[in-house]
């Protein structure tokens, strides 16, 4: 393939199922409405009336005298643009807001958790806003904010988006509504695709070479806006599938927001490095005559993360540390777990240095709190809602309780649960719960029988086999769906579907299951991940994937070393099996050396070495291999042209070549779904793309 992996995970998705022969699109790309008020799969079910009753009960108990947010979210609006969609270079559409519009109906959908709609409604936010004078907003243009601060002769550029495309229209409509200044400086507060991605749209590359363009980021911002999604990278583009719903339609029975803004941007995503580093926990700044001071934050929302305090504007920065949701402490996509407890610390920090004289506080998601005495609650329901997290969990854990049980006993305090921007949306309490036992205790419950399981397809037959088979199981799933039994209903249909993957029966009464569950969830990545679920199950995993165009920087950001390690990563052991050699590889232009030794089934990379005895030495430019990594020039081609010098046994690099397996995005996530070829096959030695990192 090109390069395109990570964009057909947010890319547009043409489905036809059945005779129904519905057409639609869905993900972070272009999308044909679906009608509101119908389902739009064949098999889909409305809300059950346990499904209803749960949501009036929220609607009863929940907080929704307080309109502070919708205050907030509209406070400082100066204009709209006449448009609602942003289109790509590509020609598809990046970016609708339009797709989104039924949520403004004024009309309480019963198939959405009442939580999360009223949040999907406050993320209906659209246009460009003041924050305070001077500090300006373009919101609802992608997935994250994209803010202006205004300097003596231009403008420094908080956060530019995910993609080029609608970067550039940001600035575009700053420029018009504000008057035309440059963009002097851009700040990446961390390392998620979101707020680097669109930076292209911002600035040319050449005035930030030049140091005539300022591009600010925190320590270890470079090597965690790459490395964090490139070993598992091919795993974590499918699970974004379940979390992010990407093949969902954007309906009150699909995909209605992402907590932090309503969707990816499906654009050119590029990255250009920052030339200037804050490497100090405090720094201060001033660039265009405005003063910042700079507050490292790693190990919270990203480990390369900072927030900033404008002291001239009595300003508080608060990057993705403070949103108005409480966020993953583990993503479901797949990430490393984060720390609940440093997360909570630094706001902390936030609230003890700059907190008690803020006079507006805003941040890269959400909208912006004014008056110290807001932000102080604020700051305060999101510090110790982390806090708590951690400890709570852990006060559990310390009394025996496990990975498997904390999520059905652990509970938000009650004071805590009646403040909305304590709420859950992003990180589910239930799963952020289990993250916290998992990062200090890891997976095992501590009971033996689940240290070494079966794996669920072998595990299935016994247990189908000891119920009496799949009538049975049908039958008393079915009479559980039927008495709104949703979770004792998966655990028996579960089991049936590992048994008969085949059996379509029974993978559409789980889709029923599931689907009711989504329902009931106020996070979205949960319920995005259950309903994802039931349309794989009902349709199978879809076909036909129109790939988006991406530049090539997140490869050019890839070190050598992580090309080998992933390289590595990629090596089919069983066709190395009794095979050994050593390969010098030189990069003269860059001046690196590495000695790479397969042995055991084992490929490992040793930096700034070279073997005595190495069956070939490899020489070739950094600069030439980019052009591999990317798949623009295979290596045999390097070879050829005599870019690429082999010295030795060239047969060792043959049979490198042929040891090396390329990931498919398309494998099974639930049973009997059949795996699809959906990443068409690339050079050996090509990179594939990271996975998208946004949304953390
Ligand atoms: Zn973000």
Do not use: C
């Not at 019963?110 to 305070?132: C, F, K, T, W």
């Amino acid at each position: 393939m090109s390069i395109l992996k990570k964009l057909m995970v947010m890319g547009v998705f043409t489905i036809f199922f059945g005779s129904a022969s519905m057409a639609y699109a869905a993900g972070g790309g272009g999308v044909i409405p679906t009608d509101p008020t119908n389902h739009f799969h064949p098999k889909g079910k409305v809300p059950s009336r346990y499904t209803v009753e749960l949501q009036n009960q929220w609607r009863k108990t929940l907080p929704f005298d307080d309109q502070r947010d919708f205050e907030e979210q509209k406070k400082g609006f100066i204009a709209a643009p006449d448009y609602k969609q942003i289109k790509a270079e590509a020609g598809h559409v990046a970016w609708d807001m339009g797709s989104y519009e039924w949520l403004l109906d004024g009309k309480d959908f019963d198939s959405i958790h009442p939580s999360l709609q009223r949040q999907a409604i406050l993320n209906m936010n659209y246009g460009l806003y003041e924050v305070a004078p001077g500090i300006y907003q373009v919101r609802g243009f992608d997935l994250a904010n994209i803010s202006f601060i205004r300097g003596d002769t231009g403008w420094i550029v908080f956060d530019p988006l995910t993609a080029k495309e609608t970067a550039k229209a940001a600035l575009d409509f700053v420029n018009e509504k504000l008057g035309e200044r440059p963009v002097v400086a851009v700040v990446y507060s961390h390392s998620h695709a979101d707020h680097f991605g669109g930076v292209r749209g911002v600035v040319d590359e050449a005035d930030v070479r030049s140091g005539k363009v300022k591009v600010i980021a925190p320590v270890g911002f470079m090597d965690h806006a790459v490395s964090e999604n490139v070993y598992a990278g091919n795993a974590m583009s499918r699970r974004l599938f379940f979390q992010y719903g990407v093949l969902l339609p954007r309906s009150p029975f699909g995909h209605v927001d992402q907590s932090i803004g309503k969707n990816t941007a499906a654009g050119n995503l590029g990255l250009i490095p920052p030339n200037v580093i804050i490497k100090k926990d405090f720094e201060t700044l001033t660039v265009d005559g405005v003063r910042m001071e700079f507050q490292n934050t790693p190990g919270t929302e990203a480990p390369a993360e900072m927030n900033t305090w404008f002291p001239d504007f009595n300003a508080f920065w608060a990057a993705e540390n403070i949103v108005a949701t409480i966020h993953n402490i583990y993503t479901l996509r797949g990430a490393l777990v984060r720390d609940a407890l440093e997360w909570s610390k630094q706001i902390n920090v936030a609230l003890y240095k700059y907190g008690r004289q803020a006079e507006v506080m805003f941040a890269s998601h959400s909208w912006p709190r004014w008056g110290n005495e807001r932000i102080q609650e604020v700051m305060r329901a999101q510090r110790d809602t982390y806090a708590h997290l951690n400890n709570g969990v852990l006060h559990l854990a310390n009394q025996g309780v496990t990975i498997n049980q904390v999520h059905n006993v652990y509970e938000v305090p009650k004071s805590l649960q009646q403040q909305w921007t304590a709420r859950s949306y992003h990180g589910s309490v239930a799963h952020n719960s289990r993250a916290v036992i998992n990062r200090y205790l890891g997976y095992w419950d501590g009971n033996p029988t689940t240290l070494i399981p079966l794996s669920p397809e072998d595990s299935a037959p016994l247990y189908v086999e000891m119920m009496g088979g799949a009538d049975k199981i049908i039958a008393k799933g079915q009479e559980l769906y039927d008495q709104g039994q949703y979770r004792h209903a998966q655990e028996i249909l579960n089991k049936l579907v590992y048994a008969e993957p085949q059996n379509q029966e029974a993978k559409d009464l789980l889709a029923d299951v599931f689907e009711q569950i989504g329902y009931q969830q106020e996070s979205p990545s949960v319920r995005n991940s259950f309903l994802a679920a039931a349309y794989e199950l009902r349709s199978g995993i879809p076909e036909g994937a129109s790939p988006k165009s991406t530049g090539p920087d997140m490869i050019r950001a890839m070190t050598t070393e992580l090309w080998l390690d992933f390289l590595g990563v990629r090596l089919d052991s069983r066709k190395a099996g009794g095979k050994a050699f050593t390969i010098n590889l030189a990069t003269p232009d860059n001046g690196e050396q590495f000695a790479v030794e397969l042995s055991n089934g084992t490929l490992t990379n040793i930096e700034g070495f070279q073997a005595d005895d190495a069956d070939l030495t490899i020489t070739i430019d950094r600069a030439d291999l980019e052009a591999t990594m990317m798949g623009a020039v295979s290596f045999d081609e390097q070879i050829a042209s005599g870019k690429a010098k082999l010295n030795g046994s060239r047969q060792v690099y043959e049979d490198l070549k042929t040891m090396l397996v390329h990931f498919d995005l398309g494998f099974e996530m639930m049973p009997g779904t059949g795996a699809r070829d959906l990443t068409p096959e690339e050079k050996p030695f090509q990179q594939e793309q990271p996975a998208d990192t946004s949304g953390g």
